[in-house]
Each structure stands twice: as structure tokens, then as C-alpha cells.
């Protein structure tokens, strides 16, 4: 069975760099056949694409977030990570990791349970 | 990029059949067939429902359907149950090589 699990700080100051990584089991990111994706939700509102990667680093980014976002990924330890810089209170929000099973167009078939996120002093 | 145009709410009645919009532009939804959809209950991450347009994950009942005309997709619930109650997310390729969702829907079951 595959699972997804966000883990990383609850709460960030203003300013300062949101880490989160993702730690894939039951599938192997080095298997290069699924893009990985993180996409956010504020409080009430919406879902939000950040943006996904490939095992063989190629990557794409939210044009909104694209300056103050990088997604990276480790294949030895099977996870991958968001880093977004410079967070505001707009970027307080559930943080989901996903995995696009359909090549990058969208076919988020297993999501992580969410972890949510505060900026604040 | 814009997010895709949802109603904000749809109703109907156990039983009935409702069907959700998602409107976006000929750099997305229109010029492409990899939509989405997602339902999300409450507290909980959401679910693939459909992808590239009209196919269903397996295990997904084919209660859920989904299609595609012109620059707007739609997906169909049919024999609406009370378990259908939740929000409903459409999400597009885009021309950028990114992805979009829509604003969500939430469908009420009366």
C-alpha cells in the first residue's frame, strides 16, 4: 500500500524558509514512473498546485510561487521536499504532498494526510 | 494563472443526478484532455475521482463521470447519495506545463 507523510515544523516566523519533507512508502520515487507534487490549502479555501518533481530532477513550479519555491528529491531515502522562502501569513496553510500518477497532468492518486502550517511571530 | 471557474454550491435530492462545471480557457481545460477531479469530506485529504477527463481510478464507483466540451469540463453524480456530500475540485493542464485547480464546488445532499 502506498503512503505519503508530511513531516517538518507546524510553525514558522515571518520572513523565514518553510521546510517539509515527504517520506514515500510501498513506492519507490527512483522508479521515475510518478511525478511528485505538493499542493497547499489555505484555511476554508481551495486546493492550490505548488508544484511536482521527477526522480530525474526535472521540475515545475506554481508561476505565483515560482520565485520563492524549490522542490527537491532524495531517492536514497525514498522522499522529497518543499522549501518556499520569505513565508508571509498568506502562507499559512494545510501543506499535502501527492503523487501525480499520470505523468505530470494531473491524477493525484495517494495524498498524504496533510500538515498543517502557521506563520507567526 | 487563474484558477478554473467552479459554482460555488450544487444541490439535489438522494437519487437525482448533478452535474458540476469547470470552466477555464483554450491554455487549459480547452487544449488539453488531462483533467481532473477530486472529492474532499471534511478533515480529510481529498480523492481522485477522475482523471484525463473522463477515465475512473479503479475502486471509484461509476456513479462519477466526467466529460469535457469545448473550454469547460463537467462531472456528473448520478443516484446521488448522502456520502456524495462534500467538496469537488476540477484541476487542468495548462499550456505553462503546470497544473490548476478550480475554486471547488460544494454539493449538498437535501
Known amino acids: 500500500q502506498v503512503q505519503l507523510q508530511e513531516s517538518g515544523p507546524g510553525l514558522v516566523k515571518p520572513s523565514q524558509t518553510l521546510s517539509l519533507t515527504c517520506t514515500v512508502s510501498?513506492?519507490?520515487?527512483?522508479?521515475?514512473?510518478?511525478?511528485w507534487t505538493w499542493i497547499r490549502q489555505h484555511p476554508g479555501e481551495g486546493l492550490e498546485w505548488m508544484g511536482y518533481?521527477?526522480?530525474?530532477?526535472?521540475?515545475s513550479y506554481n508561476p505565483s510561487l515560482k520565485s520563492r519555491v524549490t522542490i527537491s528529491v532524495d531517492t536514497s531515502r525514498n522522499q522529497f521536499s518543499l522549501k518556499l522562502n520569505s513565508v508571509t501569513a498568506a502562507d499559512t496553510a494545510l501543506y499535502y504532498c501527492?503523487?501525480?500518477?499520470?505523468?505530470?497532468?494531473?491524477?493525484?492518486?495517494?495524498w498524504g494526510q496533510g500538515t498543517l502550517v502557521t506563520v507567526s511571530s | 494563472q487563474s484558477a478554473l471557474t467552479q459554482p460555488a454550491s450544487v444541490s439535489g435530492s438522494p437519487g437525482q443526478s448533478i452535474t458540476i462545471s469547470c470552466t477555464g480557457t483554450?491554455?487549459?481545460?480547452?487544449?488539453?484532455?488531462?483533467v481532473s477531479w477530486y472529492q474532499q469530506h471534511p478533515g480529510k485529504a481529498p480523492k481522485l475521482l477522475i482523471y484525463?477527463?473522463?477515465n475512473r481510478p479503479s475502486g471509484v464507483s461509476n456513479r462519477f463521470s466526467g466529460s469535457k466540451s469545448g473550454n469547460t469540463a463537467s462531472l456528473t453524480i448520478s443516484g446521488l447519495q448522502a456520502e456524495d456530500e462534500a467538496d469537488y475540485y476540477c484541476?487542468?493542464?495548462?499550456?505553462?506545463?503546470?497544473?490548476?485547480f478550480g475554486g471547488g464546488t460544494k454539493v449538498t445532499v437535501l
Open positions: 484541476c487542468s493542464y495548462t499550456r505553462s506545463s503546470t497544473l490548476v
Open positions: 501527492a503523487r501525480d500518477s499520470q505523468s505530470g497532468y494531473g491524477g493525484f492518486d495517494y
Open positions: 510501498g513506492a519507490s520515487i527512483s522508479s521515475g514512473a510518478y511525478y
Open positions: 518533481i521527477h526522480s530525474s530532477g526535472g521540475a
Open positions: 483554450s491554455s487549459d481545460v480547452g487544449g488539453y484532455n488531462y
Open positions: 484525463d477527463v473522463s
